[in-house]
T-cell receptor
Framework: KAGVTQTPRYLIKTRGQQVTLSCSPISGHRSVSWYQQTPGQGLQFLFEYFSETQRNKGNFPGRFSGRQFSNSRSEMNVSTLELGDSALYLC????????????????FGPGTRLTVL | TQLLEQSPQFLSIQEGENLTVYCNSSSVFSSLQWYRQEPGEGPVLLVTVVTGGEVKKLKRLTFQFGDARKDSSLHITAAQPGDTGLYLCAGRRIKAAGNKLTFGGGTRVLVKP
């Protein structure tokens, strides 16, 4: 089975621009979560999508948004980029079918390295 | 202040030595996971612990979940250069909806040959 794929792997943008990142989960997985990883803050949860609906959201400003398509692929968008948005953005998928299951493994993709100049 | 505190932040040891990484919190977690991340890659799950007091072994790695489900440890016996990487603990809080994981700050481990 193919793993989680993320595109692009690297991206350079300038302040004020917007960016869209893509994530294809493992076949059959319905839950997709997004995380931001920075040296200073570590890994922080952005949001989770399940069956095309956002069912969980972290503490990030509204400039960060996402969506999920009927095939479970997900995109996240960051508008009006700031220097502090430079980070590794990680996507994770899991087969989770029921909210609250405690042992659903999350499988991470390789991430998209975003640099904002 | 992070909800999950990992210590130490950095560990450099010689091949063959043992090491322990700690993950502590004042909150209770329904489960805790340990991941290892290598440069340029996403985290890879090593283990999930769900029962207070649980001990799991994965070859030379031993994972323990505290009785109160607030802390966990990872012990590596006879470390090898291939164990080098960033070790992350992540927990799912009690009553947390969906798949939100809270991560610790990570412990960077360097095993020198």
């Amino acid at each position: 089975k193919a793993g989680v794929t993320q595109t692009p792997r690297y991206l350079i943008k300038t302040r004020g621009q917007q960016v869209t990142l893509s994530c294809s989960p493992i076949s059959g997985h319905r839950s997709v979560s997004w995380y931001q990883q920075t040296p200073g803050q570590g890994l922080q949860f952005l949001f989770e999508y399940f069956s095309e609906t956002q069912r969980n959201k972290g503490n990030f400003p509204g400039r960060f948004s996402g969506r999920q398509f009927s095939n479970s692929r997900s995109e996240m968008n960051v508008s009006t980029l700031e220097l502090g948005d430079s980070a590794l953005y990680l996507c994770a998928s899991s087969p989770a079918g029921t909210s609250g299951r405690t042992t659903d493994t999350q499988y991470f993709g390789p991430g998209t390295r975003l640099t904002v100049l | 202040t992070q909800l999950l505190e990992q210590s130490p932040q950095f560990l450099s040891i010689q091949e063959g030595e043992n090491l322990t990484v700690y993950c502590n919190s004042s909150s209770v977690f329904s489960s805790l996971q340990w991941y290892r991340q290598e440069p340029g890659e996403g985290p890879v799950l090593l283990v999930t612990v769900v029962t207070g007091g649980e001990v799991k072994k994965l070859k030379r790695l031993t994972f323990q979940f505290g009785d109160a489900r607030k802390d966990s440890s990872l012990h590596i016996t006879a470390a090898q250069p291939g164990d080098t990487g960033l070790y992350l603990c992540a927990g799912r809080r009690i009553k947390a909806a969906g798949n939100k994981l809270t991560f610790g700050g990570g412990t960077r481990v360097l095993v020198k040959p």
